[in-house]
């Protein structure tokens, strides 16, 4: 059954993409040093679009997994993958989830400076979550931090 845990998505993406800020192979812990940075100077979009597909495979939290990211345009994609079938998700699950989604992720996003500077100078971050059978579940796209 769908059991995302609210804050969890949220503070996954964004520290996958501070992780994708830094040089840390697969390691998926925010390098500080590199955070801080990029606070400074955002890295170039194609850079953290690869090394986030670095870390392609890698799970965030207990029911996602990043299956990939890239640049489109001015903004950088993140693809990811729920545990959970589409028919695990009942017209309320997927309406939670899409909440979570659309009010946790910006919050997590804006909340550090490095991100915060992504998605407000970089032209955003847009996040895709399909089911385990590939059908879609949510999608965001983050373009400001108001």
Do not use: W, Y
Request: hydrophobic share 45%.
């Amino acid at each position: 059954m769908a059991k995302t845990k609210p804050m969890l998505l949220a503070a996954a993406a964004a520290t996958v993409l501070l992780a994708g800020c830094a040089d840390r192979g697969t390691d998926l812990r925010v390098n500080a040093e590199g955070a801080a940075r990029a606070a400074v100077t955002p890295p170039d979009l194609e850079a953290v679009a690869q090394a986030m597909n670095a870390r392609a495979g890698s799970r965030l939290g207990d029911d996602l997994t990043l299956t990939g990211a890239r640049a489109e345009g001015n903004q950088l994609v993140m693809d990811l993958r729920h545990d959970d079938a589409e028919s695990a998700f009942t017209p309320a699950a997927r309406d939670a989830f899409t909440f979570t989604l659309e009010r946790d992720v910006p919050m997590q996003m804006c909340a550090a400076p490095a991100t915060r500077r992504f998605v407000e100078e970089e032209g955003g971050v847009r996040i895709s979550v399909v089911t385990s059978d590939g059908a879609p579940l949510a999608s965001r796209t983050i373009t400001t931090c108001a």
